[in-house]
């Protein structure tokens, strides 16, 4: 997914609250339940991404910082 810019996100926050304004108190209510069952996923996927990298970390250890700057350099060298 691509991370919106402010001024992006504005535009759609203000569309949204033009159409939450006119929008029916059942309607309202059903944006609620998927907004707060989406924010639940989101930190359930994220706790399960903590646990991964945690596990990871146990089983191969860490890495150190220059390892980690070499493995970036090494990406932009693919890239370009």
Known sequence: MKIKTDSERKEIIDAINVMLNQA???????????????????????????????????????????EVKQDIQDMKKDVA
């Open 24 to 66: 029916y108190d059942s309607t309202l209510d059903e944006i609620l339940m998927i907004l707060k069952k989406n924010e639940d996923e989101e930190y359930e996927s994220d706790i399960k991404a903590y646990d991964k990298g945690k596990e990871d970390i146990q089983k191969n250890g860490t890495l150190s910082w220059e």
